[in-house]
């Protein structure tokens, strides 16, 4: 078991391209857990293992590196580079106390850089910042450094000062151990970078700050507790360089980690609340305490089941051992514990205090549920992972798939909770939701690789439902003359528009027994079956209510099944003359981008036949509101990513249907048309 105050937990993040894997995989190599240094681009690194990333050259998953380095142990946490799985990027968070966020030397602050620095902010989480790709073409170390301290404050400082960029790139100067001889080169900006350390570190503490207005000298370990406590506080920002290629900086990068960055005794406090008294209390780390272990990660290993990676707060969760999940309120039975190295599953007797283990084969345990004991319950705060709004329809390609694809769909949703599956019975199709269009297609492929369950994609159809706008009278008489007992049916209905959203009403106004009062429910059931198919393409009908006043029967040859006859094709001739129209959903459409591209979007949602309702600025963000069909948002996650370069968020919520414009219309019913074809075919 590691000593806790000896452990570090640590994300690895960066905006996509910027070498996080790459850094990695050095790490490992440098500490001696692997013996060779793999590449992105070979698709042989120890992170970046499943397939989807190997054919996508990049993170889709976060892997746990972990790395023993100077008597300590780092479990470094590489997350993935795309938007669309931030929902791993967030877990990870939930369970680090440090973090490392990459910037590549050519380009500098990039969307993702900003969006990592934003979470960690949120979280509280202390961090170090990496520019790597020294090595490159137009690598420019300054220019990277201003483009850092515009976007997030001066307290980013530099820890080490570059020799050469691109390919004279060689090295660095260490600024908290300065050597004995700096190049000339360099000689100059090292001076001016030490002093602005030591002052940067000096204003962070009011008993150095004074030592260093007075002119005394700050020794080498008053500068190393100083940083510490500053970077702790987030006073202070490190800025380290090298190249993960070049395997230059990574020795040091794992110094300051470890030197710097906090472990579980020192990070943030963690709280459960206790199922018997309803408090909160204040996880203990003593190893013999009561566990107190979180779920972060699910994920399905063709070779041993379930697999679940979690993380112990508190007590030690060991192999071949009873422990009680509060979050599905039933006790589960561990195995085998592992500790992971990218998929590499290595046995462990125990996870002790502050450590990230994996266990196979739990049966009811997925994300975020909390494992303890059953004697002394606690239950963690769960992740709020981000709810995606770019839908697809889903089903299986062929009949093989029909009864597999439920079950995998289940299955993957466990272990990407950001996805949601839902079924429309509108359109009766099934949906998947995530975050675009990558998450999406990297998860159907998940499912075609692990579960051999074949799915296809297309966009979904839109819910249109059909309604009336005039009042109109319709008459029906069902007469059938046959051998025996012949069918007779005989009804007239009035049809009324109600309110958009009243549904429909079924009323009788029959006076003298012309329908008799036991018809009167089959009437009803023809009219009820007619609206689930309208006349203009072939859409529900709605907000419609339809009153039978009149009729006529026979004693011998009315039956249930002719007024049902009668009262449907009533409804039908009704419908059609009563001036029907197509409605379509409109939904309210929220959408958050910084200020410079509101002009942008406002200019896309009119496009969209959209009407924009409100704008709110909050903090150099504008929050647009607007309503829009739902047909016109169908790629919106493509759309606003494309507008925004990224920075742009959105929510979708279902606000009313209206009447759709006519040349829309002509486009939906030729498209109904083909579409009942081809069904036919």
């Not at 020794?219 to 395997?247: C, F, H, R, Y």
């Not at 589960?332 to 990218?342: D, H, N």
């Not at 159809?461 to 309604?467: A, D, G, L, M, N």
Request: proline share 5%.
């Amino acid at each position: 078991m590691i000593d806790i105050g000896k452990l570090r937990n640590v994300a690895i993040l960066a905006h996509g391209g910027a070498g996080k894997t790459s850094i990695a995989e050095a790490l490992i190599f440098n500490t001696k857990a692997t013996t060779r240094l793999g590449k992105v681009e070979h698709g042989n690194t120890v992170s970046d293992y499943e397939p989807e990333e190997v054919k996508r050259t990049g993170s889709i998953q976060t892997a746990l590196v972990p790395c023993n380095w100077n008597d300590h142990k780092v479990n470094f946490l590489d997350t993935p580079r795309y938007d669309d799985f931030i929902g791993e990027v967030i877990s990870a968070l939930r369970v680090v106390e440090g973090a490392v966020i990459v910037v590549a030397a050519p380009s500098g602050v990039e969307v993702g850089t900003e969006r990592s620095w934003s979470r960690c902010e949120e979280e509280g989480i202390p961090r170090l910042i990496f520019i790597n790709k020294m090595d490159r073409e137009n690598a420019d170390f300054y220019r990277s450094l201003e483009s850092i301290q515009a976007q997030f404050g001066r307290k980013c400082v530099p820890f080490q000062i570059p020799i050469g960029a691109e390919q004279s790139f060689k090295g660095f100067v260490d600024l908290l151990r300065l050597p004995d001889e700096v190049p000339d080169e360099v000689a100059e900006q090292v001076t001016e970078a030490r002093e602005r350390l030591i002052e940067g570190v000096a204003e962070t503490d009011d008993a150095l700050v004074a030592k260093y207005l007075e002119g005394e000298e700050i020794t080498q370990e008053e500068l190393a507790q100083g940083i510490k406590k500053a970077i702790l506080s987030g006073d202070i920002v490190p800025v380290l360089v090298g190249s993960s290629t070049m395997n230059i900086g990574m020795a040091e990068l794992l110094d300051v980690v470890v030197d710097c960055l906090p472990s579980p005794l020192e990070g943030r406090q963690v709280y459960a609340t206790n199922v018997a008294t309803g408090d909160l209390e204040e996880i203990d780390h003593d190893p013999a305490a009561p566990l107190a272990a979180s779920v972060f990660k699910t994920t399905a290993d063709p070779f041993v089941g379930k697999l679940s990676v979690f993380r112990v707060y508190g007590g030690t969760l060991q192999s071949n051992s009873e422990v009680w999940n509060q979050s599905r309120e039933q006790g589960e039975r561990i195995g085998q514990v592992y500790v992971l190295r990218g998929k590499n599953q290595d046995q462990a007797q125990e996870i002790g205090p502050g450590d990230i283990g994996a266990v196979s084969k739990l049966n009811a345990t997925v994300t975020g549920d909390t494992l303890c004991q059953r004697d002394h319950r606690i239950v963690f705060e769960p992740v709020r992972f981000p709810v995606g709004y770019y839908t697809m329809a889903v089903s299986p390609k062929t009949k093989a798939d029909v009864e597999k694809m439920s079950s995998a769909l289940s299955r993957i949703v466990e272990e990407d909770p950001s996805l949601r599956v839902t079924r429309e019975p509108d359109t009766s199709e099934t949906l998947v939701s995530g975050l675009g269009d990558a998450h999406i297609e990297v998860n159907m492929e998940r499912i075609r690789r692990k579960f051999g369950t074949d799915l296809e994609l297309r966009l979904p159809r839109v819910p249109y439902k059909e309604t009336i706008t005039a009042v109109t009278r319709a008459e029906y008489k069902h007469k059938k003359q046959t051998g025996g007992h012949g069918q007779y049916g005989h009804v007239l209905i009035r049809l009324e528009p109600l309110d958009r959203g009243e549904g429909f009403s079924f009323g009788e106004e029959v006076v003298g027994g012309s329908v008799p009062k036991e018809y009167i429910p089959s009437v009803e059931k023809g009219v009820v079956k007619t609206l689930q198919e309208g006349v203009v393409a072939g859409f529900p009908v709605v907000d419609v209510k339809a009153i039978l006043y009149d009729g006529s029967f026979h004693d011998v040859d009315s039956s249930g099944i002719c007024f049902e006859i009668a009262g449907s094709y009533a409804m039908r001739k009704g419908v059609n003359e009563a001036q029907p129209i197509l409605l379509e959903p409109i939904m309210k459409l929220t959408v958050t981008v910084p200020d410079n591209f509101s002009g942008e979007i406002m200019g896309d949602v009119n496009s969209k036949r959209g009407r924009i309702m409100g704008m709110v600025p909050e903090n150099g963000e504008t929050v647009i509101e607007a309503e829009v069909p739902q047909g016109e948002l169908l790629r919106y996650a493509t759309d606003l990513r494309a507008l925004t370069q990224g920075r742009g968020s959105y929510v979708v919520e279902f606000s009313h249907y209206e009447g759709v414009p006519q040349n829309i219309t002509q486009r939906v019913v030729e498209e109904s048309k083909k579409a009942r074809e081809a069904a036919r075919a």
